[in-house]
């Protein structure tokens, strides 16, 4: 055997990856200072911390889109953050950029997360200034809620994961953790709805199948492709232009026809006053939430957020049968 410690990887690091990759010895740093670690770099460290977390453990009793879902092979949050992983390290290792800050970004873009999906944002947006948004309550989860020390370019990544989020990421890792998460929410979204019996495979887009393939499979490798080949030959993260339209386009398509469709709406009028019942009911009991749900100097509100926000879906609705639903004594 050979050991490698952190200085001889890191060393590898700038032999190994291109000149615009994140290196590890580079690292903005933390807002805690640390010894560095005998082996591993500070982005390893990073990822360790994030799979070993509450946080990311929840994720697996998390909704991607179909709640509650009876069959055993639909997406949750969990097995949706281990494929944008695998994505993002693909593209990561085919450019020479760093994998390990990818992979810590993607493992850890969607602990955020409230019950339900994205109708959990919609749920919160109500109680707070401007907008609740599950790529800043990341960043609070890990930087306050579950303090992980993580480096300024993991927390840069999560904040800036989503698209409509300005100013992006500093990083081409972050920037490849938010086509990963295109890449594959659409993907397995896509075979989620066909497995449901919301779509038919003839009801795709036809630029879809002739641009990406017939499977999923092909799906994936061919925008992986499309990214990897448009960012080499500009020099950032990009993905060429007909590729690109027609994801736009099965984008779209999968907002009317399976995200928005009439069915969705009434589950998420259900999930919303779910929500929205637990964080008024908190607000008014906050020495009910569990102090290792928030912080100790949050206001009322705060507290019952942070708490709903950290929720499973099943576990949501188990506390709000138990506040809520009438028992046979009432």
């Keep these: 055997m050979k050991v490698r410690n952190r200085s001889e990887r890191e060393r590898l690091e700038h032999e190994l990856l291109a000149p615009e990759a994140a290196f590890a010895d580079e690292s903005a740093g933390r807002a805690q200072d640390e010894e560095p670690d005998e082996f591993r770099t500070a982005y390893e460290r990073d990822r360790d911390r994030i799979v070993h977390s509450k946080a990311f453990r929840r994720l697996k009793h998390k909704t991607q889109v179909f709640l509650n879902p009876d069959g055993d092979h639909f997406v949750t949050r969990m097995t949706h953050t281990i494929q944008v992983t695998q994505v993002g390290r693909a593209m990561a290792r085919a450019l020479g950029l760093n994998e390990d800050l990818t992979e810590a970004i993607c493992l850890a873009h969607d602990v955020g997360h409230s019950p339900f999906g994205h109708t959990g944002e919609d749920a919160l947006s109500p109680f707070v200034e401007g907008e609740w948004l599950h ?7 890990l ?9 300024h370019e993991v927390l840069d990544g999560i904040r800036a ?6 100013p992006p990421p500093e990083t081409m890792e972050g920037w490849l953790c938010r086509y990963a ?7 397995h979204d896509v075979s989620d709805a066909l497995r449901a019996g919301v779509l038919e495979y003839h009801d795709l887009p036809i630029k879809a199948l002739t641009t990406f393939g017939a499977t999923s499979r092909e799906w994936i490798g061919a925008m992986v492709t499309a990214v990897v080949e448009r960012s080499i030959e500009v020099g950032r993260i990009e993905m060429d232009d007909q590729h690109l339209e027609a994801m736009g386009e099965l984008r779209d398509f999968m907002f009317e026809q ?15 006053a779910v929500i929205q019942d637990l964080v008024r009911y908190f607000e008014e009991h906050p020495d009910e939430v569990p102090d290792t749900y928030t912080v100790a100097e949050a206001d009322g509100l705060t507290r019952a957020i942070d708490y709903v926000a950290g929720m499973t879906d099943r576990y949501a609705l188990k506390t709000h049968d138990r506040l809520f639903r009438p028992t046979l004594l009432d």
């Design 135 to 141: 790529s800043a309550h990341g960043v609070r989860t």
């Design 258 to 272: 399976v995200y928005l469709r009439a069915e969705s709406e009434l589950q998420k009028e259900k999930a919303v």
């Design 181 to 187: 998460d295109r890449i594959a929410y659409l993907t």
């Design 143 to 151: 930087t306050l809620l579950e303090p992980l020390n993580l480096t």
């Design 161 to 166: 994961h989503s698209w409509k989020i300005d």
